[in-house]
């Protein structure tokens, strides 16, 4: 396992360092550029990573976020998701993902869904493959806009009305990996973040901080974790042909 560490280290040192960079800083993240290009490739005996992320230390005290306009519709405030944890300290809206896998299956082919519901976005946080499709939709009588930028820059993305409940539109992602926030600019409090990948070994916690990645070709590879505050962590995890993984990932809370 050891071995394992330092071989992941030393061949991903560029994309290493850019995540040290990141730790502790929440939204912005990560380029993908040190990574080449991804092939598609029948997996016939792969393994499972089937783990959890836990929050170590209590959840701090998150005040409901204050509900600046439309309050007919939207409430006077409405609870601050960043902290959505279980009472076995289940780590939930986390993304979970490879960092260095180069061969595998193909990408999903339904578009992502984004929701503006209840004026917030749901899901909160989701990942993504380059070049993916995303529905965006209301289920709000309110009008929003949803605003996707490239988290590291702030270069918009794109940015649709959804004027009535019931509308839809479905646009492309960018072609290059990169971390979207995603943002409603009629509500300054809406935000939800999309981690664009270049491969689909990706996954994002449930309500108790369960996660699941299934057909990995066997091999060792670096398991990154990311959540919106408490930041990004990531450690080797060896996959082993038709075995199930179960790696236990704690996350201190910030
Ligand atoms: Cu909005």
Redesign the pocket.
């Known amino acids: 396992m050891l071995n394992g560490i330092g071989a992941a280290a030393s061949r991903h040192s560029v994309f290493a360092r850019a995540c040290v960079a990141v730790v502790g800083v929440g939204a912005s993240l990560v380029t993908h550029q040190a990574l080449a290009s991804y092939e598609v490739m029948a997996v016939t005996n792969g393994g499972t990573i089937d783990g959890s992320v836990t929050l170590t230390g209590a959840a701090p005290g998150q005040a409901a976020i204050k509900v600046s306009k439309?309050q007919d519709y939207c409430g006077q405030t409405i609870p601050d998701p960043a902290y959505t944890v279980d009472s076995s300290g289940g780590l939930a809206n986390v993304i979970v993902y490879l960092k260095d896998i180069t061969k595998g299956k193909a990408a999903p082919a339904e578009p992502l869904a984004l929701v503006?519901t209840k004026?917030m976005f749901s899901p909160r946080v989701q990942g993504a493959m380059v070049s993916q499709q995303v529905k965006i939709s209301s289920d709000?009588t309110?009008?929003?806009?949803?605003h996707p930028q490239n988290a590291e820059t702030n270069a918009t993305i794109f940015n649709v009305a959804?004027p009535f409940k019931g509308f839809s539109v479905t646009k492309p992602l960018p072609t290059m990996p990169m971390m979207i926030k995603v943002k409603?600019?009629?509500?300054e409090w809406?935000h939800a973040w999309i981690m664009e990948l270049d491969h689909p070994y990706y996954a994002t916690t449930s309500a108790d901080g369960h996660f699941t990645i299934k057909d990995v070709p066997p091999g060792t590879y670096t398991l990154a974790v990311w959540h919106e505050v408490a930041g990004e962590k990531s450690a080797p995890v060896v996959v082993a042909a038709g075995q199930t993984v179960k790696p236990k990932i704690t996350l201190a809370a910030k």
């Open positions: 439309n503006n004026c709000d309110v009008l929003h806009n949803t959804l409603c600019d009629a509500h809406m």
